[in-house]
Nanobody
C-alpha cells in the first residue's frame, strides 16, 4: 500500500493564498507523472494541474495564472501554490501520482480548501 501525505488546506478569504503539499515515497516520486485534482460539492472530480517528469506543466483554464504546480526531488514532495483564490475554488483537493508504463495510479486522502469571506 502506497501512502501519499497531503497537507496545507484550510479556510481563506477571497484573494488569499494557500500552498498544498503532497509527499510520496521516493520510488514513486522519481518515476511518476504528478497532478492535483479537485472535487466541489455536487460536482465531478476534475484535473487542476499536472507536471511531468521532464517538468512540463498543464493547467485547467480557470486556474491559469493563479496556480503553480511544482515538485521538490530532494523532499519527494509536490506542491500547488494557489494565489488570488476565488469562492469557486472551494473543493476537496487530491494529489495524484501515476505511471502508465508501470500501470499504477495513487491518490492522496484529500484536503479541504474553502474560500469564503
Amino acid at each position: 500500500q502506497v501512502q501519499l501525505v497531503e497537507s496545507g488546506g484550510g479556510l481563506v478569504q477571497p484573494g488569499g493564498s494557500l500552498r498544498l503539499s503532497c509527499t510520496a515515497p521516493g520510488r514513486i516520486f522519481r518515476v511518476a507523472t504528478m497532478g492535483w485534482h479537485r472535487q466541489a460539492p455536487g460536482k465531478q472530480r476534475e484535473p487542476v494541474a499536472t507536471i511531468s517528469r521532464s517538468g512540463g506543466t498543464d493547467y485547467e483554464d480557470s486556474v491559469k495564472g493563479r496556480f503553480t504546480i511544482s515538485g521538490d526531488n530532494a523532499k519527494n514532495t509536490m506542491y500547488l501554490q494557489m494565489n488570488s483564490l476565488k469562492p469557486d475554488d472551494t473543493a476537496v483537493y487530491y494529489c495524484n501520482f501515476w505511471s502508465g508504463l508501470a500501470g499504477w495510479d495513487y491518490w492522496g486522502q484529500g484536503t479541504q480548501v474553502t474560500v469564503s469571506s
